[in-house]
């Protein structure tokens, strides 16, 4: 017996359905045995966002045809598993709830033991996954609806050290991407623009970046790119195409520099050998690029870990499941779908709660 654990994970939060398979090893990286993401980006499209009913009943829909693949693509039965992960939050209700009980159901059926896994811990132990990382190490985690520095210090030991006090930075993305008519999701979108923009052209704001510490701004830079859109608009009738380009690498260009200096400030501060990014953000190449200069400037390992698992995937959520349990988890056979989740309960509440449901 090498204490190896075979899980299944689920994830249901926000705006993918996902399964995966993975077995994973005491200390070691995990082997993604499968991973299946079907995403709802064409249902949510013409809305501009995520709209939590539509997601609620996608998830509902969808969340067992993604187990039934993901066993099938790891040629496993239920039979082979050790247990059943999923994310109980936090994150949209409706979509949490689909998760949960589908978890629940397939627990009941099978004996096997359920993990409710929270959604941020998943992505900050990603690169226990990938790379079997040791404790601790500092995690920038940046999604659609996260922004925050964690000091990871064991499976469910987390201490933030700062986040943001508005949107978050995948969240400007979107909304950028919104107001210059680009598609949804924004970031791509607008990474892909920026590559054939000027960043020098428009001259936008850094937010927070003369105040201490670790606390990050985004609303204000999108504010920002309104008003220029609406100035070049007035003045010209509509945007050209070099203008969209220049005012998406202006945006991203603020971003990734507002994220190096306090990822900076965050390293020097959690005292660690390691940084790790990760969600759907880390996914920029700019960005990953300017967070890998501040590691190597401060001597620290950088990791990032693959795009598909940057963003929400369900093997962070089996491989997180896998470890919580090894350290003597309770199954959760009356495991309840958590909507607002602080990783650091420590840390003062986050205020307010972006589109993709509440930040924790
Ligand atoms: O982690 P994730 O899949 O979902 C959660 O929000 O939990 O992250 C999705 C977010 C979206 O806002 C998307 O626009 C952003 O990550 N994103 C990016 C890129 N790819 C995805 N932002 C900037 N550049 C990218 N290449
Ligand atoms: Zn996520």
New binding site residues.
């Given amino acids: 017996m090498d204490g190896a654990l075979t899980f299944l994970g689920i994830e249901t939060?926000?705006d993918?359905t996902a399964a995966a398979v993975v077995r994973s090893v005491p200390g070691g990286p995990g082997a993604i045995l499968s991973s299946v993401v079907l995403g709802q980006a064409a249902l949510h499209a013409a809305f501009g966002g995520v709209v939590p009913e539509i997601a609620a009943r996608a998830h509902a829909e969808k969340a067992d045809l993604a187990v039934e693949a993901a066993l099938a693509q790891a040629g496993t039965g239920l039979g082979a598993l050790d247990g059943i992960a999923v994310t109980s939050g936090p994150g949209l209700i409706g979509g949490l709830l689909a998760g949960v009980m589908l978890a629940r159901g397939l627990a009941a059926a099978t004996g096997l033991p359920v993990i409710g896994v929270n959604?941020l811990a998943a992505?900050a132990l990603t690169p226990r996954l990938t790379e079997g990382l040791a404790f601790p190490y500092l995690v920038l985690l940046v999604?659609?609806?996260?922004a925050q520095f964690l000091r990871a210090q064991g499976t469910s030991a987390f201490a933030r050290l700062g986040g943001t006090i508005d949107d978050?930075?995948?969240?400007a993305?979107?909304k950028v991407a919104k107001l210059l008519g680009l598609p949804q999701?924004?970031?791509?979108s607008?990474?892909a623009e920026a590559a054939k923009g000027d960043p020098a052209r428009f001259a936008l704001p850094r937010p927070l970046l003369d105040r201490p510490g670790c606390e990050l701004s985004f609303s204000g830079l999108k504010t920002a790119v309104l008003r220029a859109r609406d100035g070049l608009v007035a003045a010209q009738g509509g945007l050209t195409e070099a203008d969209r380009a220049d005012l998406c690498a202006a945006f991203q260009a603020a971003v990734a520099e507002v994220l190096a200096e306090k990822t900076r400030r965050a390293l020097a501060a959690a005292g660690t050998g390691a940084l790790a990014v990760a969600?759907?953000?880390a996914?920029?190449?700019t960005?990953r690029a300017a967070l890998q200069a501040v590691a190597e400037a401060a001597g620290a390992r950088f990791l990032a870990p693959p795009l598909a698992l940057?963003?929400?995937n369900g093997a962070m959520v089996a491989f997180a499941g896998a470890e919580r349990w090894r350290e003597g988890a309770q199954s959760g056979d009356d495991l309840a779908a958590r909507p607002r989740w602080p990783l650091d309960a420590a840390s003062p509440a986050m205020l307010g709660g972006g589109k993709?449901g509440a930040k924790a």
Wanted: charged share 20%; hydrophobic share 20%; proline share 9%.
């Fill in positions: 939060s926000c993918d959604h992505h999604s659609g609806g996260h978050a930075p995948g969240e993305f979107d999701p924004g970031g791509p607008v990474e969600g759907g953000v996914a920029n190449g960005i940057c963003t929400d993709k």
